[in-house]
């Protein structure tokens, strides 16, 4: 299995513009997580979702963040408007049973300018 | 509140040294605990998993061991290798609630030196 693949790797955009970030978890993983890394506040849990559906959305920031599970092989997470402050890295993980080993994705880092 | 802490933030050690990192929790309700390696501008690997049952694990020249009672845990590295410099995070699992989430210390950077 070529593990958890996410895309874009590096994002650039201006303040304001939509980003959307694409996450594909490994094959047969029932769980899945998007995370936030920054240097001031580490690595936080922003989401994550079961069998397609979101379960604890508690560490999204706000409003501006959404993210979807269409179905169990692919997910995004959206910023619109895009912030300064939003620039970080953003991980996506995957794992079998919610009590396993998440598989880290290589992350988005994302800058916004 | 679980908070998780990995002292110390940086430790550079020579190479073939033995090492300790380690991390602590201030909830003992855990359900496992999770070791990673995160390299400069890469992902995360998972090193090991320590169930809340148990109290150490070990893999190759990594040994983790976990003492949920005093909430505290360490990863144990033998003869270290430059290829070994990375930053090392440590994760628990809550026992009750959201327990898919997993919650992450600031992490441990690691250099060997030749």
């Known amino acids: 299995d070529a593990g958890v693949i996410q895309s874009p790797r590096h994002e650039v955009t201006e303040m304001g513009q939509e980003v959307t970030l694409r996450c594909k978890p490994i094959?047969?993983?029932?769980?899945l997580f998007w995370y936030r890394q920054t240097m001031m506040r580490g690595l936080e849990l922003l989401i994550y979702f079961n069998n397609n559906v979101p379960i604890d959305d508690s560490g999204m920031p706000e409003d501006r963040f959404s993210a979807k599970m269409p179905n169990a092989s692919f997910s995004t997470l959206k910023i619109q408007p895009s912030e300064p402050r939003d620039s970080a890295v953003y991980f996506c993980?995957?794992?079998?049973?919610?009590?396993?080993?998440?598989?880290f994705g290589p992350g988005t880092r994302l800058t916004v300018l | 509140k679980q908070e998780v802490t990995q002292i110390p933030a940086a430790l550079s050690v020579p190479e073939g040294e033995n090492l300790v990192l380690n991390c602590s929790f201030t909830d003992s309700a855990i359900y496992n605990l999770q070791w990673f390696r995160q390299d400069p501008g890469k992902g995360l690997t998972s090193l090991l998993l320590?169930?809340?049952?148990?109290r150490e694990q070990t893999s190759g020249r990594l040994n983790a061991s976990l003492d949920k009672s005093s909430g505290r845990s360490t990863l144990y590295i033998a003869a270290s290798q430059p290829g070994d410099s990375a930053t090392y995070l440590c994760?628990?699992?809550?026992?009750?609630?959201?327990?898919?989430?997993?919650?992450f210390g600031q992490g441990t950077t690691l250099q060997v030196k030749p």
């Open positions: 994760a628990v699992r809550l026992l009750s609630g959201n327990t898919g989430k997993l919650i």
């Open positions: 320590i169930q809340s049952s148990q």
């Open positions: 094959s047969g993983h029932d769980y």
């Open positions: 993980a995957s794992s079998l049973g919610h009590n396993n080993e998440q598989f």
